[in-house]
């Protein structure tokens, strides 16, 4: 029969005096009575009779006993100072988790106080540097659950031409190298899928990750047609080859024609087949979905707007967000175990890449080290308000208008 929890304390009082005066061998003895006596774990059972008639803290009550749980205070190693650098450096790039700000951390900081962003102690700095990818999420979990922000696809199948176009595979394409990219369009409905409005074709290298977007008018073949081949000038390797989904902006005559003249490779993906297109389709949410959101943009203002704002958001995304690639991944029963490689910006596999000339890789440095991340986070952040006060106005316009033709119905 088990004692009660007041029979157990009076045990655990009488037991502790012998058990502190006696020998090794001897405790081992008392632990196996007093455990079969009291049900306790072995492990708590020996702190309970080490610590029992210890001195209470001074501020404890007269009926404070060892059950009793008084908070421990220890001092912090990374205090107000560090945890308010931290969160202006994490604002900066953009929310990322630890994983991928630890590893940039040295050299985001560094480039912070070149551009008089960042001003730190040296003791600050010194535990900044040294903090943990978990540290920082741990840190920074009640900012993140502050700041806690899906759509339809409106892809329509193009049948003219896709026997001619292959199917990818990988015998196609030679993705150890870059060249070798990815498009989708992102629509800017707003969830009304009526009349015309803006797209974003987003075009996404899949070795190095290096993006680019550019805002169209809509799905019209001549306009995405045109922003392919600007974006192509944008790049800084030669442009190898596209795969697309298999709607009719992608799969026409035209764009067709031309990957021929180029020697580009032109490959689709399979219907229905969202994840043939994965490089991509990440990036329509990490990099146009989170910088633009989900509002309905449809004017030649806000066309104008949106591709200002990627102006800046490309050299954001691709000097300053590092990306993590999947390496390997198995199965052990229910467990899929997933290894990625280490955390580096697309401008960082660009140049470890080696398929650059000597010419683009010094634009590259160049450009890189007149970039202050902190000035392109401001100009990205002033643009997306004006982009949805705009976006803003018209849904506040089209509520009322609708709430007047309701009024002269009833």
């Not at 081992?28 to 007093?34: K, M, V």
Request: with cysteine.
């Amino acid at each position: 029969m088990r004692l009660t929890m007041k029979e157990r304390r009076s045990v655990s009082k009488v037991i502790s005096d012998r058990y502190k005066k006696a020998s090794k061998k001897e405790k081992s003895t008392i632990l196996d009575e007093f455990i079969q006596l009291t049900g306790y774990n072995r492990a708590y059972a020996c702190w309970l009779l080490s610590s029992h008639s210890k001195k209470l803290p001074q501020k404890a009550s007269n009926n404070a006993s060892l059950h009793d749980k008084s908070p421990k205070t220890h001092p912090k190693t990374y205090d107000d100072q560090v945890l308010s650098a931290l969160l202006k450096v994490w604002m900066i790039m953009d929310q990322i988790c630890g994983k991928r700000l630890a590893p940039m951390m040295e050299e985001i900081v560094t480039r912070l106080e070149a551009f008089g962003e960042l001003k730190l102690l040296p003791s600050t700095r010194e535990k900044l540097l040294r903090i943990s990818a978990a540290t920082i999420d741990r840190l920074l979990a009640p900012e993140r659950d502050k700041l806690s922000f899906g759509s339809k696809s409106r892809t329509k199948p193009g049948t003219l031409l896709k026997s001619q176009i292959p199917i990818r595979t990988f015998s196609d394409w030679d993705e150890s190298r870059p060249g070798f990219v990815e498009i989708d369009l992102v629509a800017h409905d707003g969830g009304l899928a009526t009349g015309d409005y803006l797209q974003t074709l987003d075009v996404t290298d899949v070795f190095t990750g290096w993006t680019e977007t550019q805002g169209v008018r809509d799905k019209a073949q001549v306009w995405v047609f045109e922003a392919i081949k600007l974006i192509r000038t944008r790049f800084p390797f030669e442009l190898l080859g596209i795969d697309s989904d298999n709607g009719s902006e992608f799969i026409n005559h035209e764009l067709l024609r031309y990957c021929q003249e180029q020697k580009i490779t032109f490959t689709r993906s399979r219907s229905y087949r969202k994840n043939d297109n994965c490089f991509v389709e990440q990036k329509n949410y990490s990099v146009v979905r989170r910088a633009v959101g989900y509002w309905r943009y449809d004017t030649d203002e806000e066309l104008l707007l949106l591709n200002e704002l990627y102006g800046y958001l490309r050299l954001y995304t691709n000097y300053f967000q590092p990306s993590m690639k999947l390496l390997e991944k198995s199965r052990e029963g229910s467990k899929v175990k997933k290894r990625y490689d280490h955390p580096q910006t697309p401008y960082q596999r660009v140049l470890a890449s080696g398929h650059v000339s000597n010419q683009q890789e010094q634009g590259l440095r160049k450009q890189y080290t007149k970039l202050n991340p902190a000035e392109l986070k401001r100009k990205i952040t002033e643009l997306q308000n004006r982009l949805i006060a705009l976006a803003a106005m018209k849904q506040e316009a089209r509520q009322n208008k609708a709430r007047l033709a309701a009024s002269r119905k009833g």
